[in-house]
């Protein structure tokens, strides 16, 4: 976001327009990246999160915990490694966070909106059905709602390696192949416990 911006931001709480106070963790030159939003009529939190700013995210001094890059990293079971982890629609938003934390590459799929974070090695996918990587290419995913149609939640959990964890809406079904490990009002977690098949190798018939 751009930082001339701020000063046109305003609290969208039902009250007398009122500036938002902001403290700013992290920018490059004219741009928000990361950044903390208060209001000082009604103590409204918002979140500046890789240049996007997030209005609808929380409630009042509450934060959304499915755009927490900690908790997600740790119900992912991410750990340093050079498969990448599929963060897809609003879980892109936690990508630089999760950066700082773990140290591996980051597929963003269908992101909600941002700024690129360079310092993050991601690549971007924007996809309409399916999920276009091989078996076992992922260390885990991260799915949001809405990314949970029966076909992309399954050619999600195709991707994952074995013993990976997928992440995904509690009202969403668990796509066999899968053990569910946790689950609260919000989301599942569960771990891959069954291969996929993979390429078929082409033989040439004897003649």
């Known amino acids: ?15 007398a327009e009122s500036w938002l106070v902001a403290m700013v963790h992290r920018a490059d030159g004219p741009f928000l990246i990361d950044a903390d939003l208060a ?9 500046i999160i890789d240049g996007t700013a997030q209005f609808d995210a929380a409630e009042p001094g509450v934060r959304d915990e499915a755009l927490d890059a900690t908790r997600t990293a740790a119900l992912l079971g991410l750990s340093e490694g050079h498969l990448p982890v599929l963060l897809s629609g609003r879980y ?17 799929l269908n992101p909600s909106g941002g700024l690129p974070a360079p310092a993050v090695p991601r690549s971007a996918l924007v996809v309409r059905e399916r999920l276009p990587l091989g078996v076992e290419t992922l260390a885990a995913a991260a799915v949001d709602a809405a990314h949970a149609s029966r076909v992309m939640l399954e050619s999600i959990v195709r991707a994952v390696r074995l013993g990976g964890r997928v992440l995904a809406p509690a009202t969403v079904p668990i796509p066999d192949g899968l053990r569910e490990l ?10 891959v416990t069954v291969r996929a098949s993979g390429l078929v190798e082409l033989r040439r018939r004897a003649e």
């Open 1 to 15: 976001m751009l930082r001339d911006l701020l000063d046109s931001l305003r609290c969208p709480r039902a009250h």
């Open 39 to 47: 209001c000082p009529v009604c103590g409204a939190e918002f979140r």
């Open 182 to 191: 946790a689950r609260d009002d919000e989301e599942w977690v569960a771990e």
């Open 92 to 108: 892109a938003g936690t990508g630089a966070a999760l950066g700082e934390l773990v140290s591996l590459p980051q597929v963003w």
